[in-house]
């Protein structure tokens, strides 16, 4: 299988919360990246973490990353209904990028 | 950041038939592009490595001959699906690594397909 295991798989929470999605991937990297899709359109990029950092922030969000563990986290703090969408880390190892399975994020308003 | 441009958005054709997409990168040059796949709440599956001026590298289960890739200059590659059927409606994204300080990954706007 190409991808790594992201969880969950889906995820709903109340306007305001937090939401805590993790990715784990298969390869080295060379950097890992997070996007952001709202249903039926194009990837928007949201952050991307160096090999060699192990968090950044970026207003509402924030990325961990544990090479050891071949894993990272997006955290988004203070939720909006705008936030609804599917989230997906991506694995630039080395030349390829390759996709995690993606959570989906509902955040009710 | 760079801008990777894809076209058309979104298209349908007919069962049968052949549709060509194409993906840009307008303001850096791209050695390697990449094709991917999105089925509806899927994530994105990587189909082939689109190489300027040599043959694509295809992801296993991919069949070459259904894909067509060309990637004819530094800024330009292609894919056609050749005799699209209903199974081959999907979303297809490409993108393009800039490889300068930290090589990143630019995606295009994807191209809604529908066979019909």
């Known amino acids: ?109 | 950041g760079a801008v990777v441009s894809q076209h058309p958005s979104r298209v349908i054709c007919k069962s049968g038939t052949s549709v060509k997409i194409e993906c840009r990168s307008l303001d850096f040059q791209a050695t390697t592009m990449f094709w991917y796949r999105q089925f509806p709440k899927q994530s994105l599956m990587l189909m082939a490595t689109s190489n300027e001026g040599s043959k694509a590298t295809y992801e296993q289960g991919v069949e070459k001959d259904k894909f067509l890739i060309n990637h004819a200059s530094l800024t330009l590659s292609t894919l056609t699906v050749t005799s699209a059927h209903p199974e081959d409606s999907s979303f297809y994204i490409c993108s393009a690594i800039s490889s300068g300080v930290v090589t990143e990954a630019f995606f295009g706007q994807g191209t809604r397909l529908t066979v019909v």
């Open chain 1, 1 to 109: 299988s190409q991808q790594g295991e992201e969880d969950p798989q889906a995820l709903s929470i109340q306007e305001g919360e937090n939401a805590t999605m993790n990715c784990s991937y298969k390869t080295s990297i060379n950097n890992l990246q997070w996007y952001r899709q709202n249903s039926g359109r194009g990837l928007v990029h949201l952050i991307l973490i160096r090999s060699n950092e192990r968090e950044k922030h970026s207003g509402r969000l924030r990325v961990t990353l544990d090479t050891s563990k071949k894993s990272s986290s997006l955290l988004i703090t203070a939720s909006r209904a705008a936030d609804t969408a599917s989230y997906f880390c991506a694995n630039t190892g080395g030349f390829k990028t390759i996709f995690g399975a993606g959570t989906r994020l509902f955040v009710k308003a």
